[in-house]
C-alpha cells in the first residue's frame, strides 16, 4: 500500500484550474521530487496534500485512509509535515522555542531536540540564539528540524534551496539520506532539475497543473526532463 495517493486531484482558485487530474503515488521511505517552471502549482499541490486547500473533485488518500476531507490539524496529527517556502519561522523566538513548536503536534517516534541537534550541529551552539539572527541555511535547518520534531510520516519540502549558496543547499540535501528511511517519506519542490533528479527515487514534472513526466530519477534523461518542463 502507497503511504501517499493522490487520485484525479483537481484544485481551483476561484475560476481558475491550478492542478488539473493529477494523480501521483509515494511508497514508504522513498523521496519524491516535484519539478516544474514557475506558476506550474507545486506549491498548490503540496498545500493540497497537507490539508491546507481542498480539491475540487479527487481523492488523497494517507496510510491507506481516505484524507480528502480532513482538516490540515489532523493531518499534521496523522504525520504530514511542512517545511513551508520561506520557512516561516517565529522571529521572537530562539531556535530552541522555535524547534520545541513542532512538538505541538507531535506522534510518538525517535525524534528529540538531541536527534535533532545531531543531524544540525551547528543548531546547538545557536540554540539561544534569535532565529532571526541566523543565516539563511542555518534558518532552513531550523525549519526541517522543526518538522522532524512532530515525527513525521511525510515531511514536505517547498523549495528549499531558494536563496541559498550551493553549498548550504547541498549540506541539507546531505540530511536527507540520513533522515529518510522506512518511517520517513519525503516530497520536495526543487527548480534545479539536475539537483531534483539527484536527491530523489522519482520524479513528478508539472506543467500547467498537469503532469507531464513521471518516472525513476535514475532513469530520467535529461533531455526528456527538459522537454517535460517546458512543455516542448
Ligand atoms: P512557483 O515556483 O512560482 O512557486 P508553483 O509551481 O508553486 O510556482 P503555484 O504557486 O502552485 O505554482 O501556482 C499555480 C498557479 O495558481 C499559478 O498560475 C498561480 O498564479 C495561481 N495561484 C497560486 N496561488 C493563487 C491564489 N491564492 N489565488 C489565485 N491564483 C493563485
Request: hydrophobic share 45%; net charge neutral; glycine share 10%.
Amino acid at each position: 500500500m502507497p503511504l501517499l495517493e493522490v487520485q484525479q486531484v483537481d484544485v481551483f482558485y476561484g475560476d481558475f484550474r491550478a492542478i488539473a487530474g493529477v494523480s501521483l503515488s509515494l511508497q514508504a521511505g522513498e523521496v519524491l521530487a516535484l519539478i516544474g517552471a514557475n506558476g506550474a502549482g507545486k506549491t498548490t499541490l503540496l498545500r493540497t496534500v497537507t490539508g491546507l486547500l481542498k480539491p475540487r473533485s479527487g481523492r488523497i488518500c494517507f496510510e491507506g485512509a481516505d484524507v480528502t476531507a480532513l482538516p490540515a490539524e489532523e493531518l499534521a496529527r496523522r504525520g504530514v509535515a511542512m517545511v513551508p517556502e520561506g520557512r516561516m519561522l517565529f522571529p521572537s523566538l530562539t531556535v530552541e522555542e522555535n524547534l520545541q513548536m513542532g512538538t505541538l503536534t507531535r506522534r510518538k517516534g525517535a525524534w528529540t531536540l538531541d536527534t535533532v541537534y545531531d543531524i544540525f550541529p551547528v543548531l546547538k551552539d545557536l540554540r539561544q540564539r534569535n532565529a532571526m539572527q541566523l543565516s539563511g541555511g542555518q534558518q532552513q535547518m531550523v525549519a526541517i528540524g522543526r518538522a522532524l520534531l512532530s515525527n513525521p510520516r511525510l515531511l514536505i519540502c517547498d523549495e528549499l534551496s531558494l536563496g541559498l549558496a550551493p553549498l548550504v543547499v547541498e549540506e541539507i540535501y546531505r540530511t536527507f539520506e540520513r533522515i529518510r528511511g522506512a518511517d520517513l517519506s519525503i516530497v520536495l519542490v526543487e527548480q534545479d532539475v539536475a539537483r531534483a533528479c539527484a536527491v530523489s527515487d522519482r520524479v513528478s514534472c508539472l506543467l500547467k497543473g498537469q503532469v507531464t513526466l513521471q518516472g525513476a530519477s535514475r532513469a530520467m534523461e535529461l533531455s526528456q526532463v527538459t522537454a517535460a518542463y517546458f512543455g516542448e
